[in-house]
């Protein structure tokens, strides 16, 4: 499998990551995953070339990091990269006494005497500033781990504002990022390129836009697709981004592993005329959803918490891309409570919240007529009995 230099850590990795947040689960819904199940789609995937593998205290209640450490039995450990993520977004998490805790508790499930690449999940810039870089808070912590050997290599993910994690890679502090980056969703750009420029390695969750144009067929339903996408046509579209190190994927089925392998392989390779045909559609698509919004952040904060951008992205997801189902699933999910979608947390309520204050209008550097379109996206996303009550004001 084709590997690429991970920034400035010399450390080669295959082009396709191993995700382990959406392994099989023990019994449906509770989130535990089945040692028995689990390990063979971690051994595959190692088999056939797949080295670096992403976990996180979070996933699969912790069992996710058991998974690996069973998985990894065996083989070159040298030739293995282990991530895992430990959140520090608040006082309690950040503390130096918390975050070892934690990290003893991820060493102690992954069974190794190190961690390759430990990130801060989930950082805002905010929290950050506030909490993780304070003396004697999580960053230091970290410092010490890695001159004990423990960690090799201090990293953080994020869902934050574009702008953000450009401020957070700025700092010089990290050696590795994980962002989203897909056909769907390119706000990251940027990001991706500064961490390139600061000599970080990239690392990106969601090539196949957690499925959507995969599973949901949508490709059918726009006019000018040529075929439905399939796995090697939205991860060559990732990895043709050569600031992109590593493409994650969260594998669950030796079946998915496979499939995703074969379609790395050919990454580079594709027929030529298909990819021409997929890259001049996506372009066109792309030029359609920037005309409504860039997702800068600059409108934000709204006073009704309503999360503007991703309103305008589930919106777009509709009408430019043609995926109603999911994006009418997404803005039913933007509800200010349960902040997780599948492709990350994300926090902030939809269009319905909004009560025409008008203060985000100003912000708006491409001057968006956010207050309408903000009604648009009500009458197209939200449920019948929204549009009725609508209907009537």
Partial sequence: MIERTYGATGVRVAILGFGAARLPESVKGHGRFDYEKSVPVVRRAIDLGVNYIDSAQAYGA??????????????????LFLTTKIPVGNQVQSRASSWRKRLDISLRRFDTPYID???MHGLTWQAFVDHASRPGRALSEMRKAQQEGLIRHVCFSSHDLPGNIIRLINTNEFAGVLMQYNCLDTSNREAIQRAHEKQMGVAIMGPLAAGLFVNAGASAHLPGAPSAMRPE???DF?????NVTVALSGMSSVEQVEQNV???ERFGALNAAESADWKRFYCRQQVAADEYCTYCGKCQPCPQQVNIAENFRYMNWQRVWGLDAPARDAYARLNGKEGWQPWGKIEGKNASACNDCGECEPRCPLHIPIIAQLREARESLGHAEDVRLLKEV
């Fill in 62 to 79: 912790g069992t996710s990091e058991v998974v690996i450490g069973k998985a990894i039995k065996g083989y070159d450990r040298s030739r």
């Fill in 117 to 119: 690449f430990v990130f």
């Fill in 233 to 235: 046509i939205a991860l």
């Fill in 238 to 242: 990732a990895l043709t981004n050569s």
């Fill in 262 to 264: 074969t379609a790395v």
